[in-house]
């Protein structure tokens, strides 16, 4: 009962209503008492001297009543309404983009919990806008490199004694940077329709394990440039979904696997099917995954392994992971540094 009424705005009104009218109550006694006693205890007072001493207690007791009752709640007043001006002056801050502001004010009743929520909505929104311009950062450094790549070997093409071998060197990496450049406006696109959707498109019913050997010979160049041995068993899976999404799940988690191995080494793809799930295995020998970049993997642009990043721009699991959650799925994976990495993606199969 008393944690009900540290809890509640309105109980603790009442209680205050309540102490007001019990002082009134108090006061106009004690008045009464001393009026009863000074007519009671003086035998020379006329009647209408009686009448006069009765309306001068009365009024008395009226003044003090609504002078103490109306002072009291005003303090009370203003106690309640502090924080909430408090709060009211706080929203305007995070309205002009101040997500720094916070609310020192600790209770257990509405006005706390209101505090208490705004504190955690300002410390939300400061963390948006603290990946927003993180985002931003990174799209522009991402953006900036290949671009001032590009424009330094034109300026370099432009000098007309260049040998023919220089001029081949130039104009590739031109093109692969330009290459990346549309990579990475592309990634960045389908990222961003992956965000604003919610279930997939197109709901085609598909072989699963055809569209995997098919991602398998669309890399063939790149496993048998680095004498990668495929080790494939994958059962006969019918599968419904956005077929070009899924597709694009088995492109990048089996080029990373290609990306990140060792040369001559192997790369295992097992696709299983229970009553009720699909599960793909893909599992490399590769340099594997740290512990700490383990946490990160799935951010956008973070890449671990500098190395590669002329490769890639860390957008490939973000959007991998992003189709897998359209489709009701999950995407896990273990790892060891120097050992290797196998991603597990699971696919709901709709029930028969
Ligand atoms: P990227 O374009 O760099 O490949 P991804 O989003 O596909 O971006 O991957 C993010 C990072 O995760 C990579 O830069 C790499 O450091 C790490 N990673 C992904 N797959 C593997 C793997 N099979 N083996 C080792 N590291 C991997």
Not at 100 to 107: E, F
Not at 153 to 179: P, W
Not at 242 to 250: A, C, E, G, P, R
Not at 273 to 293: C, E, F, L, N
Request: hydrophobic share 40%; glycine share 6%.
């Amino acid at each position: 009962m008393i944690k009900n009424l540290s809890n509640s705005i309105r109980a603790k009104g009442t209680v205050i209503a309540i102490g007001i009218m019990f002082l009134a109550c108090v006061i106009s006694f004690g008045f009464m008492t001393a009026l009863f006693m000074a007519v009671h205890y003086n035998d020379n007072l006329s009647i209408a001297e009686a009448h006069e001493l009765f309306r001068y207690y009365m009024i008395a007791t009226l003044i003090l009543c609504i002078v103490l009752g109306s002072s009291l709640l005003y303090l009370a007043i203003r106690k309640v309404s502090e924080p909430i001006i408090r709060i009211s002056n706080a929203t305007k801050e995070v309205a002009k983009g101040d997500f720094s502001i916070k609310i020192d004010y600790l209770s257990n009743d509405e006005i706390g919990v209101l505090a208490k929520n705004f504190n955690k909505m300002t410390t939300e929104l400061g963390n948006m806008e603290y990946l927003r311009k993180d985002f931003i950062s990174n799209v522009s450094h991402e953006l900036k490199t290949p671009v001032a790549s590009i424009q330094g070997f034109a300026e370099m093409l432009q000098n007309k004694n260049l040998s023919e071998e220089n001029v081949h060197v130039y104009t590739t990496i031109i093109i692969e940077e330009t290459k990346r450049l549309s990579n990475l406006s592309a990634n960045m696109l389908r990222l961003s329709m992956l965000d604003h959707q919610s279930i997939p498109e197109s709901g085609k019913l598909f072989s699963l394990d055809e569209q995997i050997r098919r991602a398998i010979v669309l890399l063939e160049e790149k496993w048998t440039k680095r004498n990668l041995e495929l080790a494939i068993d994958l059962e006969k899976i019918d599968y419904t979904g956005d077929d070009s999404l899924t597709q694009q799940i088995w492109l990048n988690i089996i080029d990373n696997a290609i990306k990140f191995s060792r040369d001559s080494g192997t790369i295992s793809i097992q696709a299983k099917k229970t009553a009720d799930v699909v599960v793909v295995r893909i599992q490399d020998q590769g340099m594997g995954i740290s512990d700490v970049d383990q946490e990160r993997i799935f951010e956008k642009f973070y890449q671990a392994d500098k190395s590669h990043s002329q490769e890639g721009s860390g957008l490939g699991l973000a959007i991998v992971k992003r189709i897998v959650e359209i489709h009701g799925g999950d995407i896990d994976f273990t790892s060891k540094v120097g050992q290797g990495t196998t991603f597990i993606i699971t696919l709901p199969l709709p029930l028969e």
